[in-house]
């Protein structure tokens, strides 16, 4: 996972146009150059016409010496260990073929292995890095619904995502977690021999550790294999799958605010790119690199209010128009994208991997009678969600505490389906969300083993709904279960339309649920359940109906 490793050791690299003392890379590498171990730079180099290092860098290593100072380093040592001779031979004499000299078949087969796990992730090429996985359950533990080896299930769909190849996982039951290791001394014992057994190059844990887990752990491991946990694991997908600039400023404010207690002297380069100058009068290295990172959170804080305010005008635009706003929220990988595009054919990404959605994509869904409301895509939710990307994109979600009605969507045919809701509705609560109006949508019914008896269950419930968004089915009921639950969040009028404001007639008829209409002589006597914004507008012409 060198993305990944990368995200967690150095600033995200996707900020453009800030004034941060870093340069950041403006041209997305593919992986981390600073972290490639030898074996992975003499691959490249047998590779240059798949993966041009040289050019692909070049842009990137004027901006930042720091990175560049190290990939020199790296190269000089796989030189030393592989032969210098026959590098430059097959970089200075291209023209005339020479066969390779005759490698031995396990060699051979070695580096085809190497190669292989090269793989393209979100757009970019990663180094498939293999991972061990590490859970532990708490005795007594309440607050987790998941059981130890589902939520290790879903760390290694997590480490799938971000690009890693899961060879092994363990867990642990501890009245307490350790304070030094999370894990007991004898587990730390033997992961250190499962490390060695399967070549493992990052032990992932499933929970958060402190800054201190973290560095014991390293060292216990022997210091050559990394050690993250969740919460890295997670703001290295999002900074992955950053697509706006929006959700690149929070992902970065959210890497850096999880990085700030975690800094060694690894960030030893920022004070070096900037310039010398916060050399301190006897400061340690650290203090120094801390103040770096925190002037850094500083500027990313603004720069995100700036982005917001403008959203804030986009959005405030579009409410000017009164159309209901229907957010789907849930669970990550229930299906909100797919019946996102299935209702509006939007185009947004959907697959079968977590986290695919970063971004609120707003669609507008006309009904069959007419009527419509805009739909709202959403970022999924999963238990433990660090609390820090919730305040980070709590921007993000606001869109949902500005929503008429949330539609739950709930992919019925996962084992863990109770969980997951319960999980959705504990961010729900942190949101503040609870007085909106919810629908809850069944989603997946096709991959239930009886959809029949799904369906039934539904009925018994208050406002569900059993679709499948995939292939259409329970769509209509859908909506039409939207635009009822709407009415909840509506303002009844009964309003004097004058002739010359048809225009505001056929708003009614759109976006309200009317339920009679009268011609007079001054105008048209409409009855109605309207939004909100939509009754205030009519509010003149609600007194002149009274008088
Ligand atoms: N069988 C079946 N698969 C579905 C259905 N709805 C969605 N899927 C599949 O479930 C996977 C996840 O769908 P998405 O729409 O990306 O899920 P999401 O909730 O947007 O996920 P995030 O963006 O990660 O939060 C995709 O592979 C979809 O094809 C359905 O009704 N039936
Ligand atoms: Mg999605």
Redesign the pocket.
Same mark, same amino acid.
């Given at each position: 996972m060198s993305t990944c490793w990368r995200s967690i050791i150095l600033p995200p690299t996707v900020i453009p146009n800030t004034a941060l003392p870093w340069t950041p890379n403006l041209v997305k590498t593919r992986f981390s150059i600073r972290k490639i171990s030898i074996p992975i730079l003499r691959a490249l180099r047998e590779e240059i016409e798949v993966l041009d290092v040289e050019s692909a860098e070049s842009g990137f290593l004027q901006k930042n010496p720091t990175v560049a100072d190290a990939k020199e380093e790296e190269v000089d040592g796989a030189i030393n260990s592989n032969g210098v001779a026959e590098f430059t031979e097959s970089e200075n004499n291209l023209t005339s073929y020479r066969p390779p000299p005759k490698r031995d078949s396990k060699k051979s087969e070695d580096d085809d292995n190497f190669r292989s796990r090269f793989k393209l992730r979100n757009g970019r090429e990663v180094f498939e890095e293999k991972a061990y996985l590490v859970g532990v359950e708490c005795k007594g533990d309440q607050d987790d619904t998941f059981g130890i080896e589902e939520s290790l299930k879903e760390l290694a769909q997590l480490a799938d995502t971000a690009g890693l190849m899961v060879v092994d996982s363990t867990y642990q039951k501890l009245a307490t977690p350790n304070p030094r290791t999370y894990i007991g001394s004898g587990k730390v014992a033997e992961i250190k021999t499962a490390i060695r057994a399967l070549d493992v190059e990052t032990v992932i844990f499933d929970d958060e550790l402190s800054p201190g887990q973290l560095r014991n752990l390293e060292k216990a491991f022997g210091g050559d294999v990394r050690v993250c946990d969740r919460t890295a694991l997670i703001l290295d997908i999002f900074n992955q799958r950053a697509a706006t600039h929006e959700a690149a400023l929070q992902v970065a404010l959210a890497q850096m605010e999880y990085q700030l207690p975690r800094l060694t002297k690894m960030w030893t380069h920022l004070e070096r790119q900037a310039g010398g100058k916060v050399k301190g009068m006897g400061e340690k290295q650290i203090e120094v690199d801390k103040r770096i990172l925190r002037t850094q959170i500083g500027t990313l804080k603004k720069e995100l209010e700036s982005v917001r305010q403008h959203r804030k005008q986009y959005r405030n635009r579009r409410f000017s128009v009164p159309v209901p706003v229907v957010s789907l929220v849930?669970?990550?990988?229930?299906?909100?994208?797919?019946?996102l595009?299935r209702l509006t054919g939007a185009n947004?990404?959907?697959?079968?991997? +977590?986290?695919?959605?970063l971004d609120p994509t707003t669609r507008r869904v006309q009904v069959k009678n007419g009527k419509e409301f805009l739909l709202t895509?959403t970022?999924?939710f999963i238990q433990k969600l660090p609390t820090m990307l919730v305040a980070a994109f709590r921007a993000t979600l606001e869109e949902i505490a500005e929503s008429s009605l949330l539609v739950h969507?709930v992919?019925i045919?996962h084992p863990l389906a109770q969980q997951q809701i319960d999980a959705v509705n504990k961010v729900l609560s942190e949101l503040d969300v609870e007085t909106i109006p919810k629908l809850t949508v069944w989603?997946?019914?096709?991959?239930t083993s009886d959809p029949h008896k799904v369906k039934m269950e539904a009925e018994k419930g208050e406002d569900v709904i059993c679709?499948?968004? +995939?292939?259409g089915v329970g769509l209509e009921e859908f909506c039409n279960a939207v635009h009822e639950k709407l009415k909840d969040s509506m303002v009844w009028v009964e309003a004097l339309v004058p002739f010359d404001r048809g225009e505001l007639l056929s708003t009614i008829h759109h976006v309200g649920m009317v339920e009679g209409t009268e011609y007079t002589a001054n105008g048209t006597l409409i009855r109605a359940h309207v939004p909100l914004l939509l009754a205030r507008q009519l509010t003149p012409m609600r007194q002149l109906c009274k008088s």
């Open positions: 849930g669970y990550t990988n229930a299906g909100k994208s797919t019946l595009n947004v990404l959907a697959e079968d991997r +977590l986290f695919a959605t895509d970022v999924g969507v992919d045919s989603n997946k019914v096709d991959r679709i499948s968004a +995939l292939n």
